[in-house]
């Protein structure tokens, strides 16, 4: 069965660092992981996406250690607009008989 | 910019009521989502759909159906509304597959229903 893991909520305060960690067993061989960003009222919205090593981009970065079980979303020196609820995604299975797996979501709160 | 948007963003239905939720796309996407949102739940999959008139259940279809008439639009039906569907309605959509992902997704901005 699968089974993401991911921490329920974090706090955090301005100009920090953030980690949030997804554990994702099963993921299909050839699926690339995904975060997104969610805030109230708004459907979630893209922030990274990777499938080894490490990915960095405007927003974030994103590790992923060899045996891609788990992977981090780094949030670097985090604002107060970064509070939202942030979500992993993958694929379980191959890509066309598999299922899309979202994460429980870790709700972060920035503090002034 | 994609736009994903969906026919309403509250809604109050009745038990027993045919419910329908519209979601449509303007980016020519061939794959469209329909998810519901539930506190300490996350994101649960309803049904998807890879191209008109097909789709495929997700994690949570009973209670649902859907229909794929036209490739912008995808609609998601309550049959008749049960008050353990009062969620928030998520609809997305993606381009066509590469390299087996499904990955990024453009989500609408929910409809939140509340069944009586």
């Known amino acids: 069965l699968a089974k993401t893991t991911q921490p329920i909520s974090m706090d955090s305060y301005e100009g920090q660092e953030v980690n949030i960690t997804c554990s994702h067993n099963?993921?299909?061989?050839?699926?690339?992981i995904t975060w997104y960003q969610q805030f109230p009222s708004q459907g979630p919205r893209f922030i990274i996406q990777?499938?080894?090593t490490k990915v960095t981009n405007e927003v974030a970065s994103l590790f992923i250690p060899a045996d891609r079980k788990s992977s981090t979303l780094s949030l670097p020196r985090v604002s107060l607009s970064d509070t939202a609820v942030y979500y992993c995604?993958?694929?379980?299975?191959?890509?066309?008989?598999?299922?899309?797996?979202f994460g429980q979501g870790t709700t972060l709160q920035v503090k002034p | 910019d994609v736009k994903v948007t969906q026919s309403s963003r509250y809604l109050v239905k009745r038990t027993g009521e045919k419910v329908f939720l519209e979601c449509v796309q303007d980016?020519?996407?061939?794959?469209m989502f329909w998810y519901r949102q539930d506190p300490g739940l996350g994101l649960r999959l309803i049904y998807f759909?890879?191209?008109?008139?097909?789709?495929e259940k997700g994690d949570i279809p009973e209670g649902y159906s859907v229909s794929r008439e036209k490739k912008e639009r995808f609609s998601l039906i309550l049959e008749s509304a049960s008050t353990n569907q009062t969620s928030m309605y998520l609809c997305?959509?993606?381009?066509?597959?590469?390299?087996?992902?499904?990955?990024?997704?453009?989500f609408g901005p929910g409809t939140r229903l509340t069944v009586l």
């Open positions: 997305a959509s993606t381009p066509p597959l590469a390299g087996g992902s499904y990955n990024e997704q453009f």
């Open positions: 099963n993921i299909a061989t050839n699926d690339y």
């Open positions: 990777g499938y080894k």
């Open positions: 995604l993958f694929l379980l299975g191959s890509s066309n008989t598999g299922k899309l797996i």
């Open positions: 980016m020519d996407h061939e794959n």
């Open positions: 759909s890879y191209d008109v008139k097909m789709k």
